[in-house]
């Protein structure tokens, strides 16, 4: 009888400490649109966001005088519109940016999520456009940094077929047909 009791009770408390959907949906704050748990400290959860690196994370950690450690469910409204205002126009050595002297424009810039996206596309179409040596690498979809070619390199295409010797799927199987 007391087994029953102890394992009734241990699943009431089990349900009780679960948290309500009200509750989950606040555990995930939303930063330059990604979302990132509440749990996290601010210096690992803005690496999350795409083009953020670790050096730029603690930039923006330093540079905004907010602690590190604060975790990001603690960060009021404010904090987060000065953190996304800051990535998005961010005031950080040229170093730590990833788009210096900008090919277009000559200035150095920081972009993040879908543009970098689209920039890296935009500059692999150039390379591709202008039949330089990488652009051409790419076309084929072989390495472009110098990796050797010998093997191995064939295993990461998702596209391809795998090298090798296989029956065929389209032809028939010769032999006999037909009963006995």
Known sequence: MKKQ?????????KIKDRPSAEQQTESLIRILDKDIKSSKKVIVGLTRI???????SNGIC???KINPAKKIGDLSKEEI?????FIKNPKLPSFLLNRRKDANT?????LTSTD?????EFDIKLLKKIRSYRGLRHALGLPTRGQR??????ENKKSRISVGV???KNKPVEGKSGGR
Do not use: C
């Open 149 to 154: 070619t010998k093997s191995h390199f064939r």
């Open 81 to 85: 519109k000065t953190i996304e205002e």
């Open 5 to 13: 009791e102890t394992k009734e009770k241990v699943k009431e408390d």
């Open 50 to 56: 795409k083009g953020v690196s670790w050096a730029v």
């Open 166 to 168: 296989g029956a065929s």
């Open 62 to 64: 330093s540079a905004i």
């Open 106 to 110: 000559g200035e150095d810039r920081h």
């Open 116 to 120: 970098l996206d689209l920039r890296k």
